[in-house]
C-alpha cells in the first residue's frame, strides 16, 4: 500500500513540476545573470522607499514571505541611486532599515517610512527625520542613538550597499527581484499578483 500511495504522489507531483517550467520561461519571466547559484536560497528585492510602485508591491512582497519555503531567506535590499532625492538621503534610509532590522522590527517600522512619504507626504531630508518616525512608532530615542552608527548597523549597511553595487549593471528600476544569486524575474503585462509570487516562490527553488 504505501509503495502504491508514493507512486501516486510521484505521478502527481512530475506533472505539476512540468507544468511550472512550462508557465515560467527563462528570458520571458526570468533571466540568468550569474552562472552558479547561492549555496542557500535567498530572495533579495532591491527598492526604494521613495518608489511609489515598491510602495504598492509591499503587500505582495509579504506574500512571497508567507508562501516561500522556510529555508528561503527574504531580504529586501535599499537602493540609494533614485532621482527622487539625493544621494546622502538615500544611504540615511538604508541605514535607517538596518537599525530597524537590529531592533527586529523591520516590517512595521519600514512600512511607517513608506507611509510617512507616500500617505503623509511628507518629506525626508535626514537621518533625524527618520528617528523622528522611528520615535513617533515606539522607538527609544536611546535605542536609537546607540544603534545608528554601531559596529552591527554598520556592517549591515556595508553588506546592502555591497549587494547595490554587486548587482548594479542589472537594476535598471525597482522594485526589483534577484533570487539565488543567479535569477532575476521578469513581470509581464499579463501576470497578476499571484502569478508574481508564484513566480519568485518557483525561482527561490531553483539551482
Not at 500500500?1 to 507512486?7: F, G, P, R, V
Not at 512600512?111 to 520615535?135: C, E, G, W
Not at 522594485?175 to 525561482?203: C, E, S
Request: glycine letters at 4%; hydrophobic letters at 40%; proline letters at 3%.
Amino acid at each position: 500500500m504505501k509503495k502504491i500511495i508514493l507512486a501516486f504522489f510521484i505521478a502527481v507531483l512530475v506533472p505539476l513540476q512540468a507544468c511550472a517550467q512550462e508557465t515560467w520561461k527563462e528570458g520571458e519571466h526570468y533571466t540568468i545573470i550569474n552562472e552558479t547559484a547561492t549555496d542557500k536560497p535567498v530572495i533579495n528585492e532591491f527598492f526604494s522607499y521613495w518608489c511609489p510602485h515598491c510602495f504598492q508591491f509591499e503587500p505582495i512582497a509579504k506574500k512571497i514571505q508567507e508562501k516561500m519555503g522556510d529555508d528561503v531567506k527574504f531580504e529586501k535590499v535599499h537602493v540609494n541611486f533614485m532621482g527622487f532625492t539625493s544621494g546622502e538621503t538615500q544611504d540615511d534610509a538604508s541605514r535607517a532599515l538596518m537599525v530597524a532590522r537590529a531592533l527586529k522590527k523591520e516590517d512595521s517600522l519600514s512600512t511607517a517610512i513608506f507611509r510617512y512619504i507616500h500617505v503623509q507626504k511628507s518629506p525626508i531630508t535626514n537621518i533625524k527625520d527618520l528617528k523622528n518616525i522611528f520615535m513617533v512608532n515606539g522607538v527609544e530615542e536611546a535605542d536609537f542613538d546607540k544603534l545608528v552608527s554601531s559596529f552591527g548597523v554598520n556592517s549591515m549597511l556595508k553588506k546592502n550597499n555591497k549587494l547595490v553595487q554587486e548587482y548594479r549593471s542589472h537594476l535598471r528600476g525597482v522594485p526589483n527581484f534577484i533570487v539565488n544569486g543567479k535569477y532575476q524575474a521578469k513581470f509581464t503585462r499579463d501576470m497578476n499578483n499571484d502569478d508574481i509570487v508564484n513566480l519568485i516562490v518557483w525561482l527561490s527553488k531553483q539551482k
